[in-house]
């Protein structure tokens, strides 16, 4: 082992130096690193690479049919006494590391992050577990220890909390003649909640949602999604989709003046996309009446640009739009007839000839 002390740590820094902010990862790392550097530069006591790729659930079946080699046994031995049984994605991007010498910073810090967020929702998920067990465990009289441990569990891991787990901790707490806690648990979750949390349909294994509190909250803050409606992503991912619910949504939303603001604060190739979303529903034979509206909106949002300046009169014509020929329709239409002044001054028709 004494060659591994030569060996540079670089993938240790790397996750050092990033936002990774558990010792968990820390310690899979210089584990790892460990038991791989150890198969590079002892090769002949260590098991080599390749074992470590093999999945160890293959390596029981194995052992089972006495396919084992000597070596693979001892093997075996090795990686169980150091519990490293298998190569998850990061260690996998390390063994490249150790094997080829050249360290790939990026991949390993982007693995070790997917990594440490996986090892931080597990262990939320087993303390929001253990946050019950004053209920589950026990027939002594401890309501208020029951109801403090649940509330804990849940507003200190809330970001891994579901709306089908909110929703039965309040039925619980209420179950108990807790509706106090219950109601400052559903608070809690309003004010740290973003508005897709409560959005039954991202949760389809959920059963209904049957308090009435809870479906007021539910309500509520439904209607923050409408106010935080993105005009640009809906445009870009429908114009991929052609969902007839998305085009119906952004129809009912969309307006000259918000698509005038989209496109003016954007250039080039975001602008020019945004244009051309919003004009290709008018290439569709039979456009729905919600497509030709977000055209109308596109096409007014243009004409609107055109009127600032000359230049932009000028831009706008290659998306089909004739500033000269709408301001001459508007002042056709504005003109009235002799009958149409007649009738607003409350005259007769034939006095105006």
Sequence with gaps: ???????????????DGSSTGTSA????TIHSLTILGWSKYQPGLAPPFDFYADNPYERIMKSDKKEMSDEEVSWSAITDRYKFEYLDDYDAKLLEYVRDGIPDHDAIKEAAEHQDAEVTKREAHDAIKTGFNPFHGSFA????????????ALETHHKYVSLGTLHASVLMLKSMDRNEDALAL?????????????????EPFEGPIHDLDVQSALLANKAKVVEEFDLEKELLEVSRSLNSERIKRIADQITPDALYSLIKARENESMRAIIYVGL???RIGNASEDMLKIVSA??????MIAQESKLNAARVKKYGINPEIQTAAKRKDSRSSPLKEAKEKGRPANQCE
Aim: charged content about 25%; overall charge negative; aromatic content about 12%.
């Design 1 to 15: 082992m004494v060659a591994f002390a030569e060996f540079p740590l670089t993938a240790i820094d790397a996750v």
């Design 25 to 28: 990862i820390k310690e899979q």
């Design 141 to 152: 009289d401890n309501v208020d220890e029951v109801a403090q441990s649940i509330r804990q």
């Design 186 to 202: 559903i608070k809690f979750f309003e004010t740290n909640q973003d508005a897709s949390f409560w959005e039954p349909e991202n």
């Design 280 to 282: 290709e529903f008018a």
């Design 298 to 303: 596109t096409k007014q949002a243009l004409g």
